[in-house]
């Protein structure tokens, strides 16, 4: 039901900034208690989780890319966006955007799970 797109240019030049962008339908990035997040995978490497934006407007970020990564929403588009800024060619990369569904305990641990996800846009860093 849930449906997450990304959108935003494919190719940012060296030392600019990435900017894409998330459009969501079939649920609420206001809806309790679900977080929006953005993930990447460069070629040949794994999944990395860039961070998150809670339903309730909070964000919490990897804390490697912490100092250069902001996501921030717009609530009446139903939208989160994500920006990184001073990219190089190491952030090449599929980013996806996705829906966060915590869980846990104390007795069970903590986590969440990412049951819906968009398609993935490719962002290539190129002079």
């Known amino acids: 039901q849930v449906q997450l797109q990304e959108s935003g240019p494919g190719l940012v030049k060296p030392s600019q900034t990435l900017s894409l962008t998330c459009t969501v339908s079939g649920a609420s990035i206001t809806s309790s208690y679900y977080g929006w997040s953005w993930i990447r995978q460069p070629p040949g490497k794994g999944l990395e989780w860039m961070g998150v934006?809670?339903?309730?407007?909070?964000?919490y970020y990897s804390p490697s890319l912490k100092s250069r990564t902001s996501i921030f929403r717009d609530t009446s588009k139903n939208q989160f966006s994500l920006q990184l800024m001073s990219v190089n060619s190491e952030d090449t990369a599929a980013y996806y955007c996705?829906?966060?569904?915590?869980?846990?305990?104390?007795?069970?641990?903590?986590?969440?799970?990412?049951?819906?996800w968009g398609q993935g846009t490719q962002v290539t860093v190129s002079s």
């Open positions: 934006i809670m339903y309730d407007g909070s964000t």
């Open positions: 996705a829906r966060e569904e915590p869980w846990g305990s104390d007795a069970q641990g903590w986590g969440s799970t990412f049951g819906s």
